[in-house]
């Protein structure tokens, strides 16, 4: 069998990678060759011969850059993505440092202040049921359908309250020499003229003296609210008055959930964040050292796929030599997950979360560490 075979030297240049991402990198072209001679030693060259050429160590070492730095920023989209959606998409953020803000935050939070009728992005609007005397039920899907309201509604508030106390106060005998203002005579003042108000005291205890009569001997004003229909009390004496009410509709609360912003160049979700590949020469020792190993791993499944094509026996004289391409596959296959496993595990531990919980961690043992230390008393 003719197998091509490492020849034990290698000289990279730009376009031996399939992509070419770091072919013109400076960096990238000296390691090329080195990290050649590091695998193939690796793998038992020169004792054991290698079934490789320079053109699959390039792509390995090209591979595992692109590698690293897809799990560099797929955590740093992990760890940012609240701060990051809506920022343009032309904005490249391999080097941006991300501050946290409260933007998206807000966005979040808007739907809770929709419900309490303090905020949100879907409009509040009115409405009103004229009353009919002796008609104690209205039907809000008639209402809708007279009025051209589609897509469903949601009723918010209904104003059906008895006229406020107060305003019952002013017409009390005890306000009635004064014309109904609880206020008595005025006087000059340097020319101008002013009112003596009775106490705030003797205005808070007539008010809830009416309000109290008016619980025990009137009428009670509520409503009920089922299935679409208003129920109301006490049944409405007289026509055409009318009872109000706010409402949202259900077609603009779930079109409100989405917010087209293709056209403005917006980021909408991770596939459109603009992180790019990584510049070889910016990665420092750590991730180098990664990049090493897992170049590694992929030329040692390629040569196990190469060595499977010759799996049968090789005769030579007084011996016979078998291939272990089941071995080195099987060696590529975890030793890849384990490294995949160990740079996220790493990310992990640098991500915003776990960083202030190891600075939480810090303060709380340095304040243990100074409370058992003694208290110096300074007598000056």
Not at 109 to 116: I, S
Request: proline share 5%.
């Amino acid at each position: 069998m003719n197998i091509p075979i490492y020849p034990g030297s290698s000289s990279f240049y730009p376009g031996a990678t399939p992509f070419g991402f770091y072919d013109n990198d400076y960096q990238f072209q000296i390691d090329a060759d080195k990290v050649t001679t590091f695998v193939a030693r690796r793998l038992g060259y020169p004792i054991m011969e290698v079934e490789l050429q320079d053109l699959n160590f390039y792509t390995a070492f090209e591979e595992a850059i692109t590698t690293y730095g897809n799990e560099l920023y797929a955590f740093q989209t992990r760890d940012n993505l609240l701060n990051i959606i809506g920022a343009p998409t032309s904005s490249n953020l391999n080097h941006a440092i991300i501050t946290p803000s409260f933007a998206n935050i807000v966005k979040l939070t808007q739907q809770y202040g929709e419900e309490a009728g303090v905020g949100g992005n879907v409009t509040w609007y009115s409405g009103s049921f004229t009353t009919t005397a002796g008609v104690q039920d209205y039907d809000f899907n008639l209402w809708a359908t007279e009025n051209n309201v589609t897509g469903g509604m949601e009723i918010k508030r209904v104003f059906y309250q008895p006229p406020p106390a107060v305003n019952q106060v002013y017409n009390l005998s005890i306000f009635s020499g004064l014309g109904g203002v609880p206020a008595v005579g005025s006087y000059g003042l340097f020319g101008s003229t002013g009112f003596l108000m009775y106490p705030t005291s003797l205005l808070l205890q007539s008010t809830q003296a009416v309000e109290m009569q008016n619980e025990i001997s009137l009428a009670n004003y509520s409503f009920e609210l089922i299935n679409n229909k208003l129920r109301i009390f006490p049944i409405p004496p007289y026509s055409d008055n009318y009872i109000w009410f706010q409402y949202i509709s259900l077609e603009e609360r779930a079109n409100s959930a989405i917010n087209n912003t293709s056209a403005q160049g917006q980021v909408t979700n991770p596939s459109n964040i603009n992180f790019t590949n990584p510049v070889y020469t910016q990665i420092n020792s750590i991730g180098r050292q990664w990049i090493f190993e897992y170049t590694l791993t992929l030329c040692k499944e390629m040569l196990g796929y190469v060595r499977g094509k010759y799996q049968s026996t090789i005769p030579i004289p007084n011996r016979e030599i078998s291939l272990n391409s089941s071995d080195l596959i099987t060696a590529a296959t975890s030793e890849k997950t384990a490294l995949v496993e160990r740079l996220r595990t790493y990310f992990d531990e640098t991500s915003r979360q776990a960083l202030l919980a190891r600075k939480q961690a810090e303060s709380d043992s340095t304040m243990n560490e100074l409370g058992k230390s003694p208290m110096v008393i300074y007598i000056g």
